[in-house]
């Protein structure tokens, strides 16, 4: 079976946040593909029209309509709203494995840590803010996104990357008892396919104990791994190769099989 892996960018991001993991598997032989979710693909200070209103089942249809194209059923590894998107392509059945990153969790994981609330409080702030599109300022983001990281420069320069999300997703994923679509609900037991939760103990977009009950969700085919001193983003601050080795020798461990098609 060929080796490919689908990686899922998250909230805010565009595929720039696979800078550095892209050549890191493509050095271990694996072909890395990093769709762009839709209208994230927008100049960064701009909000596209209709995205306000897009729902996280819109961009789980574009993934698994993409990785359906595809020669095989690849590997997907999905990073905070991504890793939400990856869970519910698992419970598709659409990939050999999963990871997430510091997932964004589903419904029945409580969302609401008041380091979240803090995180998106002045976009909840303005009237109409679950239809409208949404982005960080940099203040927000270094303290929630990029709280440990500790070369600014590198932090400024992934910032200016950040694009608008959709406020309608943000109701989906932290109040999803008011979404009538259930868009984040996933049954546990559809995901039977390999999969790895990592979190990081001082992440505060998706706290620890909010990603070990992510984890437990899927203890029949999960394994859950904790790293020490890294935050929310562990796709590119430093110790980030820690991450993408763990995450490729746990990937090569797998047995998946070869017959496993798009």
């Not at 990073?79 to 519910?88: D, F, N, V, Y």
């Not at 964004?104 to 002045?122: E, I, Q, T």
């Not at 600014?152 to 406020?167: L, M, W």
Request: aromatic residues 8%.
């Amino acid at each position: 079976m060929e080796r490919s892996v689908v990686m899922i960018h998250g909230m805010w991001a565009t595929p720039h946040v696979w800078r550095h993991w892209k050549p890191f598997f493509e050095q271990r032989g694996w072909t890395v593909l990093t769709p762009v979710l839709r209208h994230h693909d927008a100049p960064p200070l701009s909000a596209p029209a209709g995205l306000g209103t897009l729902s996280l089942l819109d961009y789980a249809a574009d993934l698994e309509a993409y990785i359906t194209a595809l020669p095989t059923k690849p590997v997907v590894v999905g990073h905070s709203m991504g890793g939400l998107l990856a869970q519910m392509l698992a419970a598709r059945d659409a990939c050999a494995a999963a990871v997430l990153l510091c997932p964004a969790p589903p419904a029945g994981v409580f969302a609401l840590h008041p380091s979240v609330v803090r995180a998106f409080l002045r976009i909840q702030m303005r009237w109409g803010w679950w239809r409208l599109p949404h982005r960080a300022t940099h203040q927000e983001a270094m303290l929630g996104t990029f709280n440990t990281c500790t070369d600014r420069i590198a932090c400024d320069h992934d910032y200016a990357h950040f694009v608008h999300e959709s406020g309608r997703v943000l109701v989906e994923i932290g109040l999803p008892f008011l979404d009538r679509r259930r868009a984040a609900r996933i049954a546990p037991s559809a995901i039977t396919c390999p999969t790895l939760v990592i979190g990081t103990d001082k992440d505060r977009m998706t706290p620890p104990g909010m990603v070990r009950r992510v984890a437990r969700r899927y203890a029949s085919v999960a394994e859950h791994r904790e790293f020490a001193g890294q935050g929310h983003w562990i796709v590119g601050q430093p110790g980030w190769q820690e991450v993408a080795a763990f995450v490729a020798d746990w990937l090569e461990q797998q047995r998946m099989p070869s017959s496993a098609a798009a």
